[in-house]
């Protein structure tokens, strides 16, 4: 605990900005060790629980680490960890002064081959909803979306009149997830591919392929195909 210092933090949010303060400051340099909770909370006038999470956001965003019974230490180098949101496909193409239009290619309710099934992790004879849609930037294909909802995990997609609505933009606004795990890789155009994206047939694409669930239960699988010359931008 620092000498003779007074803080007090209403927040978590005062204490995380304080103890990186500290930390950039060189109160605590990388590899020192940080006081531990009950003393950061009776320095800063708050419950335990206040510190805990300010500490764990620190974590995340890899200023510190956290070792059982080592206690908690600054990086010796922070960890920089790309954070991608997912996207509403109409604001990225909006955002490209581009004008957007959306269509429904094919529309199925089945059960899933096998492969598709141990992918998802579904049980037998789960009905998942197969939609496979295009998105136009100023009338030209952006993206082809072939996706597979998990019917038992989104019933009331059933309903929904996906010629209306993309489901990309109807699963953002509306169908919570926990976890999401992201690919992205080069591939060829098939013959139906190039046929919607206007492209030949073996011509190099981009895809990004993204699953997401919710409390353990995978919601949508999604294959996302793009135009060529397609550029995917992150930061962190």
């Not at 009149?161 to 999401?180: A, G, R």
Request: aromatic share 8%.
């Amino acid at each position: 605990m620092a000498i003779g210092r007074t803080c007090v933090a209403k927040n978590f949010g005062e204490v995380k900005a304080d103890v990186l303060m500290r930390i950039m400051g060189g109160e605590w340099p990388p590899g020192s060790l940080i006081p531990n909770e009950q003393d950061l909370a009776v320095e800063y006038g708050v419950a335990r629980a206040t510190v805990n999470r300010a500490m764990r956001e620190l974590v995340d965003e890899g200023i510190v680490e956290r070792k059982r019974k080592a206690g908690t230490r600054v990086r010796q180098s922070p960890v920089r960890q790309a954070r991608i949101a997912i996207p509403l496909v109409r604001n990225e193409i909006i955002e490209l002064g581009s004008v957007y239009r959306y269509a429904l290619v094919r529309s199925e309710i089945l059960v899933p081959p096998d492969w598709r099934r141990a992918q998802m992790n579904l049980k037998p004879e789960t009905e998942v909803l197969h939609l496979v849609a295009l998105h136009f930037a100023d009338g030209r294909p952006y993206q082809l979306e072939d996706r597979w909802i998990n019917l038992d995990a989104t019933p009331t997609a059933r309903t929904v009149d996906f010629s209306v609505v993309s489901p990309n933009e109807w699963l953002v606004t509306q169908v919570p997830f926990s976890s999401v795990e992201i690919s992205f890789s080069a591939t060829s155009a098939d013959p139906e591919q190039a046929l919607m994206l206007c492209c030949e047939p073996r011509d190099a694409l981009f895809r990004v392929e993204r699953q997401t669930t919710w409390q353990g239960e995978t919601v949508t699988y999604v294959n996302l195909v793009y135009h060529r010359d397609h550029r995917m931008t992150t930061s962190y």
